[in-house]
């Protein structure tokens, strides 16, 4: 898209520092978001600020550093001297893209493996209340021998003696 005359102009007076003007501005972020800088009237440091675009909350007293770039943020606290450039905010955009979808499809993998891990623990403990369930039938088994045998050998003294069973075997050998 082709900025008209005006346009042009009005970039270029607001990016040049004449000795009349106070302030001059330094770039543009992707949101369009206008950084300026002027010289300190006390001396030392440049003064560095955002005029958002977002009039709705462009409030001066409230500084939305959420919103902003970290390498404009970083200018603007003075810990950078240059200012970024548009390529260098498009490659951290699409840096950020790309670390957004390495990390779905590591949480999509993870979702998967929690399921598999899930099942094999279904799979185990279907496992050991089988072994229980046949333990416990091996137990009632042998509780009842033990009781068969209890009720086929005499036990107790005096008035509660009860005789065994007895049953008879063949005679003859085999």
């Given at each position: 898209m082709s900025k008209s005359l005006y346009q042009k102009l009005s970039l270029a007076y607001k990016t040049t520092r004449f000795p009349w003007k106070k302030h001059a501005l330094i770039g543009y972020d992707l949101e369009g978001?206008?950084?300026?800088?002027?010289?300190?009237?006390?001396?030392?440091?440049?003064?560095?600020?955002?005029?958002?675009?977002?009039?709705?909350?462009n409030d001066l007293t409230v500084f939305h550093g959420d919103k902003l770039p970290v390498q404009w943020q970083a200018w603007l606290r003075h810990t950078r001297t240059a200012a970024p450039t548009i390529q260098e905010l498009v490659q951290e955009e699409r840096r950020k893209a790309l670390v957004q979808e390495r990390a779905k499809a590591l949480d999509?993998?993870?979702?998967?493996?929690k399921l598999q891990l899930q099942q094999l623990h279904d799979d185990?403990?279907?496992?050991?209340?089988?072994?229980?369930a046949l333990e416990s039938?091996?137990?009632e088994q042998k509780d009842k021998k033990e009781e068969a045998a209890k009720s086929s050998r005499p036990s107790g003294t005096g008035?509660?003696?009860?005789p065994g069973e007895w049953n008879p075997t063949s005679s003859r050998r085999r």
């Open positions: 978001n206008e950084y300026w800088d002027c010289p300190n009237p006390l001396g030392g440091r440049m003064k560095r600020w955002v005029q958002m675009t977002d009039d709705s909350e999509e993998e993870w979702e998967q493996r185990e403990q279907r496992e050991v209340d089988r072994l229980a039938a091996e137990k008035d509660t003696f009860s």
